[in-house]
């Protein structure tokens, strides 16, 4: 059931102090616009963020805030946080003042890492707030707060690693779910060591002359793992850029640093095969994308394919089981499915009683595996649902065949049942998006004036024209079955996001 660890394991050695007793303290570990810093100068200003984080009075098992851009100090204070045996809790930076003061109140955090550019909103929430952290700026200086850059001056650079256990916890993730607030999934530093060996090492096969590119950002779980961890596992390289993520950046990076592998979603896919330049991007460097996040329809793998000629593997993890436990294999991708599990994970398709399906049918989704979190915090109900034994139920519905492939039918509770038949939102997502003029779209369920469920969809045009809608429900009466074809179709500017930057489908049905 996978690799076995230490009982003492801390992350911070495990991923970076590990790599300068290797002997490549002077190799690259992080580039950015403006240059790169070493293994050795990672090591340093960690140890030095853990050093004012002490002199701040954090201990460990406490919980500290990273509410960081990508840029190198993300990953330092992450490393210094775990080095001294304290919690990290990664949040979106862009958070406004109300969701600030939830994540204050929920994790009572001793401090908040923050940033010039987005301090105001995290400063604001402390006003009254009843457990406030204390506020570290990081990149600047403001009046009234404390400086990193002063807290840090005459600091060491050495630290020694506070002896956590295995199975302590390390980092906070923050579940995925498109409705209500986020709620913390508590994972440990042995989790973070089991899927880097399995899925990054083993399935990927990350390697020392890897160079990545992330759009989604470093709070995200499948970018710390993608674009951080799992390179700093081998000594590669990670491309980190603060800006907000566009095709035209992403060109940009890819241009300047010529990554390997470029950690992708969804969404970006779509921008990207979509922009009017992309056939004159030169993206022969990466060895391959993932993706990960939300389901990838089957046309945007095509498109994928057939502008960039690189290789797109589809999976599907969760914070839960942190990362990825299915996945598509380099150079045996099979488009249309989440591909297989990964070894050292054992999935199960199950009916409503816990009974496995036969193949090819369609059950819901279970996993097991040693990077199973202990559970969500101050929620037992939902932990007890979720975690039954050793297995976490997700709340996926999948199939798999004969060959172990698995295909996504998406959540259970979104799944709708239309005049007495279940219906996949994804397969109408995926009929939309063959529409030249959708740039996005998402189906959801909403009760009629006599009660009954019907779908309706939410799309973003490419560009407004009279009669859009209708254009756009002809065109999919002429690919689904009539009682897929939304009853609505009702077009936005963008689709509404939730903190990790997926479609709110919570807000879309009650828009």
């Not at 919690?87 to 003061?101: F, G, I, Q, R, S």
């Not at 299915?326 to 199960?348: D, H, M, W, Y």
């Not at 976490?392 to 199939?399: A, F, I, P, Q």
Request: proline share 6%; aromatic share 8%.
């Amino acid at each position: 059931m996978g690799p076995e660890f230490p009982d003492q394991l801390n992350l911070a050695d495990w991923f970076l102090d590990a790599r300068v007793r290797e002997g490549r303290g002077e190799k690259a570990a992080i580039r950015t616009d403006d240059g790169a810093l070493t293994y050795r100068e990672v090591q340093a200003l960690a140890n030095r963020f853990g050093n004012v984080l002490r002199s701040l009075g954090v201990q460990p098992e406490q919980r500290v805030i990273i509410a960081l851009p990508d840029i190198p100090e993300f990953a330092a204070a992450l490393f210094g946080i775990a080095k001294i045996g304290a919690v990290v809790v990664m949040v979106n930076p862009y958070l406004k003042p109300d969701e600030v003061a939830y994540f204050y109140e929920y994790t009572r955090a001793a401090v908040a890492i923050v940033h010039p550019e987005t301090f105001r909103a995290f400063a604001g929430a402390a006003v009254g707030a009843r457990h406030a952290p204390q506020l570290l700026l990081v990149g600047g200086e403001e009046a009234g707060m404390t400086s990193f850059a002063d807290e840090a001056e005459g600091v060491p650079d050495a630290l020694e690693t506070f002896p956590t256990h295995r199975d302590d916890a390390a980092i906070w993730l923050f579940s995925g779910g498109t409705t209500g607030r986020p709620k913390a999934v508590v994972q440990t530093h042995g989790s973070f060591a089991n899927t880097t060996e399995l899925y990054g090492k083993g399935l990927i096969g990350y390697r020392e002359g890897d160079v990545t590119l992330s759009v989604p950002k470093l709070y995200f779980g499948y970018a710390t793992g993608s674009n951080l961890l799992f390179s700093f596992s081998v000594g590669a390289t990670t491309c980190l850029f603060a800006e907000r993520c566009t095709p035209e950046a992403i060109f940009q990076r890819i241009r300047a640093h010529r990554p390997t592998i470029l950690v992708n979603v969804p969404t970006m896919i779509h921008q990207m095969v979509s922009h009017p330049e992309a056939k004159a991007q030169d993206l022969s460097c990466l060895r391959l994308a993932t993706s990960a996040g939300e389901a990838l329809p089957v046309e945007l793998d095509r498109r994928w394919r057939e502008t960039f000629g690189v290789d797109l593997l589809d999976g599907l993890g969760t914070a839960e089981m942190w990362h990825i436990f299915v996945s598509n294999r380099p150079g045996a991708a099979r488009p249309g499915t989440l591909g297989q599990v990964v070894p050292g994970f054992e999935i199960r398709v199950c009916d409503d009683e816990g009974r496995e399906v036969a193949p090819g049918e369609v059950g819901a989704l279970r996993v097991r595996g040693r990077s199973r979190a202990i559970g969500y915090w101050q929620n037992m109900e939902k932990t007890m649902a979720a975690f039954q034994g050793e297995w976490y139920v997700t709340g996926d519905l999948v199939s798999r065949d004969a060959d172990g492939f698995v295909t996504y039918g998406g959540r259970a509770d979104d799944m709708l049942k239309v005049s007495g038949k279940w219906l996949s939102p994804q397969e109408v997502e995926n009929a939309l998006l063959k529409h030249p003029a959708v740039k996005e779209a998402a189906v959801v369920g909403v009760k009629d004036a006599a009660g009954l469920v019907v779908p309706r969809a939410f799309v973003a045009p490419k560009e407004r024209r009279p009669s859009l809608a209708d254009e756009i429900r002809g065109f999919l009466k002429e690919k689904l079955e009539s009682y897929k074809v939304p009853r609505e179709i009702v077009l936005m500017d963008s689709l509404p996001r939730t903190h990790l930057g997926k479609v709110d489908r919570g807000k879309l049905r009650t828009a």
